[in-house]
């Protein structure tokens, strides 16, 4: 006898899908925990529960607690620039895309405050693979920038200056306020930072590399 089965066979991209879902639901219960406690209170017994899975998959997944923490880093990283990338690639002047740099970096950390405070931490105890990763992704990240800036230093829209000095320039000073703004340290209290102060940095920025 041949029973027939009404069930669709499983497609290859559904495993995949579920394993991205599965991972970043594990991440975000781990920044939540990393947010709350801390990383060196949070136990893998905390992530579990709030990521809702079992021990077993969060270390088929990231291996330990240092592994979720260093690839939520890395995770977290790669988002922001490829928002950046997204956002300078819709700029087509000098100014809008000096001045988008600070408005970007503004917005993304309201929008991502527990995100954005844990990529400013130092408590990330890196292993040697990951310092290699990161360093390929900020290789790759800087190419692209220096990329879609350079028409605008060959056009004469922005200042020929030392390679090396353009982006502490355009964003050192406003990835420092944002810095201070999400550990309370400045002057605003505020639940997302005020325009003025946004443009007030924004048009700074541009000052510094205009021509």
Request: aromatic letters at 10%.
């Amino acid at each position: 006898m041949v029973i027939r089965s009404n069930k669709k066979p499983l497609s290859a991209k559904q495993p995949r899908a579920a394993t991205v879902a599965r991972r970043t639901s594990i991440l975000a219960g781990a920044l939540r925990c990393f947010d709350e406690l801390g990383i060196d209170v949070t136990t893998i017994s905390d992530i579990q529960r709030e990521a809702d899975c079992s021990v077993g998959s969060l270390y088929h997944h990231f291996g330990s607690k240092e592994g979720i923490a260093e690839e939520l880093f890395i995770d977290g990283i790669q988002q922001f620039n490829a928002g950046m990338i997204r956002k300078l690639k819709r700029c087509n002047t000098a100014e809008a895309s000096v001045k988008g740099v600070v408005r970007f970096y503004c917005d993304w950390t309201v929008r991502n405050r527990a995100l954005a405070s844990y990529l400013h931490s130092r408590d990330v105890d890196f292993s040697e693979e990951a310092r290699d990763r990161l360093r390929n992704i900020h290789r790759t990240y800087i190419f692209e920038v220096y990329t879609l800036f350079a028409r605008y230093v060959k056009s004469g829209e922005m200042r020929i200056l030392p390679l090396d000095t353009y982006v502490p320039l355009i964003s050192g000073p406003i990835q420092e306020y944002t810095r201070r703004w999400l550990s309370g340290q400045s002057e605003s209290r505020a639940s997302s930072i005020p325009k003025p102060m946004r443009e007030l940095f924004a048009g700074s920025a541009w000052k510094v590399m205009r021509t």
